[in-house]
């Protein structure tokens, strides 16, 4: 056999090699889809921090949510805290006054016979957002002198969320703890959705940016 002979067949058995390799992989993505799709949610969740004492509640994102006022009610009573803070970025598309999100809440705990004290916290801040309106919760809360803190929020901005205010809580001296809930979709069927699907990926063209920048 000439070596040319012997080059083709060495490379005839590269391509089918590297086909079948390929193939072989596709086929465990497929087998696994569904764990791999599970684990790349469960990616962006913050893993639970539960404390049995805390100042405050830090309640974001979706803040009239049925599952989130109800963990928000649970918290303040089984930690003693003494308010919590609905946490929000002003919205100019949105014609709804401040004072009638707090009558809506208000509503909703009447509805559904819970009473704590909370107030309202809207912070215009530039870009980023996530990272700005930390800071301008952080001096708020050091004028409070609170030191023991409760993030209850969306699950998937949860892990980016809770990795900026840990970060500039740390050096203040004030304790961190997390809670989550999911509204659209959680980490066992976000795909299945497409506002779940477009909440994962832009909360991870999110979570890379923090990163790259080193704001957590």
Known sequence: MSFFTKEVTRRKFTFRFKIFLLLFILILLWI?????LESVGYF?????????????????EEFDNKQAIEMCNNLFRETGAKEVW???LPDSTSFITEKQLEKSFR????????KFKFNFFSYSTE??????K???????IKKNGYR?????TEGFHSKRSYKVYKK???????????????TIANPTNWWQDSNGFRRVTSEYLKYIYYVVRRYI
């Open 107 to 114: 509503e909703n705990l009447d509805t559904l016979s819970y």
């Open 168 to 182: 500039i809580f740390a050096p203040e001296g004030i304790d961190l703890y997390c809670e989550t809930y999911f």
């Open 134 to 140: 930390s800071m301008a919760v952080l001096d708020s």
């Open 127 to 132: 870009h980023p957002y996530t990272y700005n």
């Open 148 to 152: 023991k803190v409760i993030l209850l």
């Open 32 to 36: 696994f889809r569904i764990e791999i």
């Open 86 to 88: 609905i946490v929000r």
């Open 44 to 60: 962006l969740v913050a893993q639970a921090y539960p404390t049995k004492t805390a100042d405050i509640i830090l309640l974001e």
